[in-house]
């Protein structure tokens, strides 16, 4: 696996998943775990200081998986919205821990069920709450 990236999040997310990270329904979850160390290392800034290239929650990304040249676009949620069909991919889901706060360009190796191993490349942010300017 190569070295984590570089990650920048806002304080909001922050603080918000903080608290979903110690809610119940994620106590015991591998992945809230890694999503702790994930907040721990980031680059904390105010929402109006986010880059708009950074995926943030409730972003729109669009990412490829290196390994199979796959292309995915999604949503970057909360779990209570996740939702299959629309794209809406849980932030506690593997994938979407993996790519919070990530920027255009930047990869990441991620663990995936079954063993394999992902590097997802952000290829776009169409959408993200910080540029659009929506309040906290």
């Given at each position: ?23 119940p329904a994620a106590q015991g979850l591998a992945t809230a775990r ?79 069920p079954g063993g394999r191993v992902a590097r997802l490349r952000v ?14």
């Amino acid at each position: 696996m190569s070295a984590a990236p570089r990650l920048v999040m806002s304080e909001r997310d922050a603080r918000r998943l903080e608290a979903l990270i110690a809610s119940p329904a994620a106590q015991g979850l591998a992945t809230a775990r890694q999503l702790e160390e994930e907040i721990a290392r980031a680059d904390i800034r105010a929402p109006a200081d986010i880059p708009p290239d950074v995926v943030t929650m409730s972003s729109d990304v669009v990412c490829v998986d290196e390994s199979t040249g796959t292309e995915h676009t999604l949503r970057l949620v909360y779990p209570d919205a996740a939702n299959a069909a629309e794209h809406h991919v849980s932030v506690l889901a593997p994938v979407g821990a993996a790519l919070l706060g990530l920027a255009v360009g930047q990869s990441i190796d991620w663990p995936m069920p079954g063993g394999r191993v992902a590097r997802l490349r952000v290829v776009r942010v169409p959408y993200q709450p910080e540029a659009a300017g929506l309040p906290e």
